[in-house]
C-alpha cells in the first residue's frame, strides 16, 4: 500500500466514524429536543427524569425497543418487511456523506507507529465524500428513501399501512420535482453541483437565501413533505391511519423508522444550512475562508469553529422543524397535491425562468460574482417573494384570518 | 324521494394559511416561555402547593369509627342495594342486645365506578369516600377493602355536591 492510499483510506475511516456517531449522537439530541420542546410549547415540562434534563430518555427508550417482542403480521412479505426499515434508515444516513460540515483541513505527511507512512496530500475536505455529482447525490438518495416507506407499507398487509405507504410515494413525486427545480436555481448560482463549490460561491457572493430567496423558501417547504414532518407527515396520519406505513411494525424495526426520520431531518437542515446559508462559512468575516497550507493552531481553530458554526446552523433549522411540528395540523390530502403540484411546480418553473434570465444578463454585462451581484440578485427577489406571498395569502394583504363567509341556508 | 346533497359553502376565498400559520408559529413560541404547570408527582403531591384535590373528589372508601373504635355501620344493607357496580359485600350480624353490625363488610374498589351513593345513602354517616388517590398495589386482590382496612383509612372524606348548596359555599 502506498502512503497516499493509506491516508486516504485512515482519514476517510476517521471521517465516517466521526459523521457516523455525530448523527446518531445528534439523532438523540434531536429527538429530546422534540420532545421536550413539544412540552414546552403545550405548557408542559416533557420528559425530565432520566439523567440530567431527561437527556438518557431517549437511551433508555432505545434499550426498551432492542428488547422488545418482534412481532411480523402472518400474511407480511416477510423479505420486504424486513429490508424496508433498514432501506430507509441506510438512505438517511448515506445522504449526510456529501455535505461538508467545516473547513478543510492541512494536507499531513507523518509516520506512525503500525501505520508507518501516512501521507494526505491536498487539503483535508470536512466531508466523506466530495462526490463530483454533489446536491444530485442528495435528490437522489433521498428519493430512494421513499421506498422504504412505500414497501414498509405493502409488505405489512394491512389496509392502513398500504395506504400510509402510497401516499407517502404521491407525497414524494409532488414534493421531488418542485425540490428539484428550486435548487436548478442554486446550480445557475454556483455554476457547479459539488457542494464545497457552492459553499464556496456563497463565500464569494452573498449566501444564497438572499441571492435566491424564493428557492430556499420552496426547499423549505418541500423539506417538510421530503421528511415526512407535520404539516405533511399524511404517510403516518396517526388520526386516520392508526400509524400509516409503521403500523405493523414493533420493537426495533419500528424504531428504525422514527430513528431515520430524525436522521433525514437533520439531513436536511445541514442540506438546506449548506444551500442556503452558507454551510460552514462564519458570516462578514474573511480569515475563515483561507485554506491552512501547514498544521497550525490557527488551522485546527479555524476547522473547528467553522464546523460549530455550521452545527449551530443546522441546529437552528431543526429547531424551526420541531417549532413548525407543534404548530400546525396535518394538512388535507388534496391541499397537499394542491400546494405541490398547482402553487409550488409552477412557481418553481416560473423562478427558474426569471433567475436564469438576470443571471444571463448580469453574465452580459459583465458584473464579477462578488456581493454586488448578490446585492442585483437580491433586489430582483425581494418583488418575487412579495408577489408570492401576496398570491399565497389569496391576494389580500389586510384583512384577518378570522373572518369567514356566514353561512346560509 | 329524490336524493339531496347539501353543498356546504365553505370559505374559500377567504382564508390563508400563510397569515395563520405565522400567528400560530408566534403562540406556540410564547407558550415556550410560560410557566410550566407540570406537577413533579413524586416530590410534589396534591395536598401542597399550587395543586388541591376539590373536597368533592371521590376516591377510595373510609368507613368512619365511634368512640371506641367500632365502625359505625349497623349493616342495614341499603348502600350494597343502592351500589350501581355492585361491588358491596355485607354479611349482616346480630350481638345480644340486638345491635346489628357487619359481619363481613368487603369493597371492591377495582369495580367501584365512585359514584358515591354509599356515601349518599348510609344512614349512619359510615361509609364515605375519601379525598385520596395514590392507591397502587401489587396484587389485585389487596384492592378488595376489609372492614379492618376500610376503618384504618386516614384520609379526608368527601363532602358529596349538595344541591342545596351547588357551590360548595
Ligand atoms: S362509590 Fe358507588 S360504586 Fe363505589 S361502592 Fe359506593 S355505591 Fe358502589
Ligand atoms: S348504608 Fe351505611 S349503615 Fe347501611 S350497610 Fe352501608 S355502611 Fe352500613
Known amino acids: ?409 | 324521494m329524490a336524493i339531496r346533497v347539501k353543498v356546504m359553502r365553505r370559505p374559500e376565498r377567504e382564508v390563508s394559511y400563510l397569515r395563520a400559520t405565522l400567528k400560530g408559529m408566534a403562540v406556540t413560541f410564547s407558550h415556550l416561555l410560560q410557566p410550566k404547570v407540570t406537577m413533579q408527582y413524586p416530590e410534589e403531591t396534591a395536598q401542597e402547593g399550587f395543586w388541591h384535590l376539590s373536597s368533592r373528589w371521590r376516591g377510595t372508601h373510609r368507613m368512619l369509627t365511634d368512640e371506641q373504635g367500632r365502625a359505625k355501620c349497623v349493616a342495614c344493607g341499603l348502600c350494597p342495594q343502592i351500589c350501581p357496580a355492585n361491588c358491596i359485600k355485607l354479611v349482616p350480624g346480630e350481638d345480644e342486645d340486638g345491635h346489628r353490625y357487619p359481619l363481613i363488610y368487603e369493597i371492591d374498589e377495582f369495580r367501584c365506578v365512585f359514584c358515591g351513593y354509599c356515601q349518599e345513602v348510609c344512614p349512619e354517616e359510615a361509609i364515605h369516600v375519601g379525598v385520596h388517590y395514590e392507591n397502587a398495589e401489587y396484587q389485585r386482590e389487596r384492592f378488595v377493602y376489609d372492614l379492618e382496612r376500610l376503618c384504618a383509612q386516614t384520609h379526608p372524606v368527601s363532602t358529596l355536591w349538595d344541591p342545596s348548596d351547588p357551590r360548595g359555599e
Not at chain 1, 427508550?61 to 430507509?88: C, H, Q, T, W
Not at chain 1, 442540506?271 to 475563515?288: E, K, R, V, Y
Not at chain 1, 436564469?356 to 418575487?384: C, H, M, S
Request: proline share 5%; charged share 15%; glycine share 8%.
Open chain 1, 1 to 409: 500500500m502506498t502512503p497516499e492510499l493509506k491516508g486516504l483510506l485512515l482519514v476517510s475511516a476517521i471521517k465516517v466514524l466521526l459523521v457516523f456517531v455525530a448523527l446518531l449522537v445528534g439523532v438523540l439530541v434531536v429527538i429530546w429536543v422534540e420532545r421536550r420542546g413539544a412540552g414546552f410549547m403545550q405548557d408542559r415540562l416533557g420528559p425530565n427524569r432520566v439523567g440530567p434534563l431527561g437527556l438518557l430518555q431517549n437511551v433508555a427508550d432505545g434499550l426498551k425497543n432492542l428488547v422488545k417482542e418482534e412481532v411480523v403480521p402472518a400474511r407480511a412479505d416477510r423479505v420486504i418487511f424486513y429490508l424496508a426499515p433498514l432501506m430507509s434508515f441506510v438512505t438517511a444516513l448515506i445522504l449526510f456523506a456529501v455535505i461538508p460540515f467545516g473547513a478543510p483541513l492541512p494536507p499531513f505527511d507523518v509516520t506512525l507507529p503500525l501505520l508507518g507512512r501516512v501521507v494526505h496530500e491536498g487539503p483535508i475536505p470536512l466531508m466523506v465524500a466530495d462526490l463530483p455529482v454533489g446536491f444530485l447525490f442528495i435528490i437522489a438518495i433521498s428519493s430512494v428513501a421513499v421506498y422504504g416507506i412505500t414497501l414498509a407499507g405493502w409488505a405489512s398487509n394491512s389496509k392502513y399501512s398500504l395506504l400510509g405507504g402510497l401516499r407517502a410515494s404521491a407525497q414524494m413525486i409532488s414534493y421531488e420535482l418542485a425540490l428539484g427545480s428550486s435548487l436548478i436555481v442554486v446550480l445557475l448560482l454556483a455554476g457547479n453541483v459539488m457542494l464545497s463549490e457552492i459553499v464556496a460561491a456563497q463565500q464569494r457572493m452573498v449566501w444564497f437565501v438572499f441571492a435566491a430567496t424564493l428557492a430556499y423558501l420552496m426547499l423549505h417547504i418541500a423539506a417538510f413533505a421530503e421528511t415526512n414532518r407535520l404539516p405533511f407527515d399524511l404517510p403516518e396520519a396517526e388520526a386516520e391511519l392508526v400509524a400509516g406505513y409503521h403500523a405493523e411494525y414493533s420493537a426495533m424495526k419500528y424504531a428504525m423508522f422514527p430513528l431515520s426520520e430524525y436522521v433525514a431531518l437533520i439531513t436536511m437542515s445541514a442540506f438546506i444550512t449548506t444551500l442556503f446559508f452558507g454551510g460552514w462559512d462564519i458570516p462578514f468575516t474573511a480569515w475563515d475562508e483561507q485554506a491552512a497550507a501547514t498544521w497550525s493552531l490557527g488551522a485546527v481553530l479555524r476547522t473547528s469553529m467553522t464546523a460549530l458554526v455550521f452545527l449551530g446552523k443546522t441546529f437552528f433549522f431543526v429547531w424551526v422543524f420541531v417549532w413548525v411540528r407543534w404548530t400546525l395540523p396535518r394538512f388535507r390530502y388534496d391541499q397537499l397535491m394542491f400546494l405541490g403540484w398547482k402553487v409550488l411546480l409552477p412557481t418553481a418553473l416560473a423562478y427558474i425562468v426569471v433567475m436564469a434570465t438576470a443571471v444571463l444578463v448580469l453574465e452580459r454585462w459583465g458584473i464579477a460574482q462578488d456581493w454586488k451581484y448578490g446585492l442585483i440578485l437580491f433586489l430582483v427577489n425581494v418583488p418575487l417573494v412579495a408577489a408570492v406571498v401576496f398570491g399565497l395569502d389569496r391576494r389580500r394583504v389586510l384583512a384577518g384570518t378570522q373572518r369567514r363567509v356566514p353561512m346560509e341556508g
